[in-house]
Nanobody, 125 residues
Framework: QVQLVESGGGLVQAGGSLRLSCAAS????????MGWFRQAPGKEREFVGT????????YYADSVKGRFTITRDNAKNTMVLQMSSLKPEDTAVYYC??????????????????WGQGTQVTVSS
């Protein structure tokens, strides 16, 4: 089992920045990659970005590309989502997730085996 705990959500004005962290514990050696998803009220949970646990390759949704950056610290088993130039439409509950299988479709929820509890991000206009 892998446990994931997000932190760092909050309220920010449009154009501002916010940093989310996700700490992993448990069987972290089984992690192949980690990702961020978000869910706004009344909408489906959507892919934000992902990072491979070795090599640090990243991939982002078009809606956040150039504004969001994912990094990871393997020694601390932590993944960070740095968000800048935030927009009101970025308002959502943000979830971190971990996948343990190679070759998975990285943008779909079904590829992720473990999830955090979520942290609220609110961007005011």
């Amino acid at each position: 089992q892998v446990q994931l705990v997000e932190s760092g959500g909050g309220l920010v004005q449009a154009g501002g920045s916010l940093r989310l962290s996700c700490a992993a514990s448990g069987r972290t050696l089984s992690i192949y990659g980690m990702g961020w998803f978000r869910q706004a009220p009344g909408k489906e949970r959507e892919f934000v970005g992902t990072i491979y646990w070795s090599g640090s390759n990243t991939y982002y949704a078009d809606s956040v590309k150039g504004r969001f950056t994912i990094t990871r610290d393997n020694a601390k088993n932590t993944m960070v989502l740095q968000m800048s130039s935030l927009k009101p439409e970025d308002t959502a509950v943000y979830y971190c997730a971990a996948r343990t299988k190679a070759g998975a479709v990285i943008t779909t929820r079904l590829s992720y085996d473990y999830w955090g509890q979520g942290t609220q991000v609110t961007v005011s206009s």
